[in-house]
C-alpha cells in the first residue's frame, strides 16, 4: 500500500519558477510508474508528466521544455520543477503512482492507485 502527499504549491507572477514535491509512504520500491496531472478550473484532470522505473520520462507538449518530473529513491519523494510559468498553468496540480506500468506505457489511469491530495499552482502578476 502506498500513499502520497503533494506540496510545494503557491503563487507566482508569469515567468517565474516552482518545484512540487510528492512524498510516498509505504512500500516505494512496489512502485513502477509514476506521474503528475493537472486540473484547471472546469477542466478534466489531464496528465502532463511521467516517469517510469528506469526514469525514463515523458511531457505533454503544454509542459515540455518548461517542467522536468523527477524521482529521488532515496529521499522517497517525486518533483516536478515548473520554469517559466504562465497564467494557463494555474491549476491544482496531483501526483499519482501505480505499480503496474500501465499509465506509463499505455496512458491507462486504471492502473494508478495511489493519487496525492492536490497543490494549488496560480501564476499571475
Known amino acids: 500500500q502506498v500513499q502520497l502527499r503533494a506540496s510545494g504549491g503557491g503563487s507566482v507572477n508569469p515567468g517565474g519558477s516552482l518545484t512540487l514535491s510528492c512524498r510516498i509512504f509505504g512500500n516505494s520500491a512496489s512502485i513502477s510508474c509514476m506521474a503528475w496531472f493537472r486540473q484547471a478550473p472546469g477542466m478534466e484532470r489531464d496528465g502532463i508528466a511521467l516517469i517510469d522505473s528506469y526514469g525514463r520520462t515523458s511531457y505533454v507538449d503544454a509542459v515540455k521544455g518548461r517542467f522536468t518530473i523527477s524521482k529521488d529513491n532515496t529521499e522517497n519523494r517525486l518533483y516536478l520543477h515548473l520554469n517559466d510559468l504562465k497564467p494557463e498553468d494555474t491549476a491544482v496540480y496531483y501526483c499519482?503512482?501505480?505499480?503496474?506500468?500501465?499509465?506509463?506505457?499505455?496512458?491507462?489511469?486504471?492502473?494508478?492507485?495511489?493519487w496525492g491530495q492536490g497543490t494549488l499552482v496560480t501564476v499571475s502578476q
Open positions: 499519482a503512482a501505480g505499480r503496474d506500468p500501465g499509465y506509463c506505457y499505455r496512458s491507462d489511469r486504471r492502473y494508478l492507485e495511489a
